[in-house]
């Protein structure tokens, strides 16, 4: 069982940058493909960005050169460094732990981005 806390959204001027951080409790979390997620108002959950055990990244295009995922599996925590934000990057993000059948999510994190 792997329980996730999110952490480091906030309000934002337009250009800024915000960097997410979602710790992951247990010891296993380095077998684990992580996600960011967000939610708009009104909209679908969307994938953000992808790192797998292995450390390999995916992004959704909209998001490419602007947002990084990374991890520190000595510190089970995945990072997301969002560069350039926008109005349309605000919303409730969501730390996702999968492997195998395992699927777990934390509580989100909110990110408001001002213009």
């Known amino acids: 069982q792997v329980q996730l806390v999110e952490s480091g959204g906030g309000l934002v001027q337009a250009g800024g940058s915000l960097r997410l951080s979602c710790a992951a409790s247990?010891?296993?979390?380095?077998?684990?493909?992580m996600a960011w997620y967000r939610q708009a108002p009104g909209k679908q959950r969307e994938l953000v960005a992808r790192i797998t055990s292995g450390g390999s990244t995916n992004y959704a295009n909209s998001l490419k050169g602007r947002f990084t995922i990374s991890r520190d599996n000595a510190k089970n925590t995945v990072y997301l460094q969002m560069n350039s934000l926008k109005p349309e990057d605000a919303g409730l993000y969501y730390c996702?732990?999968?492997?195998?059948?395992?699927?777990?999510w934390g509580q989100g994190t909110q990110v408001t981005v001002s213009s």
């Open positions: 247990g010891s296993s979390f380095i077998i684990y493909t």
């Open positions: 996702n732990a999968v492997y195998g059948p395992m699927n777990h």
